[in-house]
């Protein structure tokens, strides 16, 4: 079973709704809803949370604090929900992607005795971090342009590296994009078995 946030089913009621009342511009919708969607996945094994992406809509226009509170919200429920499954499916492994399990979901995993692979897609917080402070150092306008036209902001990245650094600490596995990653997750102390 996949658990995710928006998923999209051509057969699912929401998306025969949406083909009602975006008549002809449906098929314009078309390729942008698929993107939400993976072929040769049965849809019926996946669950989706389209409040994470509802949450995620709504807190790009509102100010930092009310967006802050939202997108840890979201985070919060999202990984409860995902701990909840857990409970109730009591899978034989859990795969769970960084940020997504750090509060509810890792931990039930340890005290359901299911062990957790983590995927861990992006480079080790500590050593952006300390990129990041380098240089705003050397250069106070970058951080705005590492970021792009992303609404997350430091206070929010900070939060998540958090929750990125407790994943690392209660999976059993990681898998990481790179050598050089696994590398600074070992000189971190994380063990190489894992």
């Not at 998923?7 to 511009?25: D, I, K, P, Q, V």
């Not at 409040?51 to 409860?80: E, N």
């Not at 509060?103 to 995927?119: D, H, M, N, Q, T």
């Amino acid at each position: 079973e996949f658990l995710t946030a928006f998923y999209f089913n051509e057969r699912h009621l929401a998306a025969r709704l949406a083909r009602r009342c975006l008549g002809r511009s449906y098929q314009r919708w078309l390729p942008k809803l698929r993107r939400r969607s993976i072929p040769g996945v049965d849809p019926s094994s996946v669950r989706g949370e389209p409040l994470a992406d509802l949450c995620s809509a709504v807190g790009d226009r509102l100010d930092d604090h009310w967006r802050h509170r939202l997108f840890r919200l979201r985070t919060r429920s999202f990984d409860r929900s995902v701990a909840q499954r857990l409970e109730r499916l009591r899978p034989d492994v859990a795969l769970l992607f960084s940020d997504v399990g750090s509060e509810f979901a890792l931990p039930r995993c340890r005290s359901l005795g299911i062990p957790s692979v983590l995927s861990m897609v992006h480079g080790d917080v500590r050593e952006e971090a300390a990129l990041l402070d380098d240089e705003a150092k050397r250069s106070p306008d970058y951080f705005p342009i590492y970021l792009g036209d992303s609404p997350i902001d430091r206070t929010e990245l900070d939060w998540l590296h958090q929750r990125r650094l407790r994943d690392l600490d209660q999976a059993d596995l990681i898998l990481v994009p790179s050598e050089h990653i696994r590398g600074e997750l070992e000189r971190h102390g994380v063990e190489p078995r894992r």
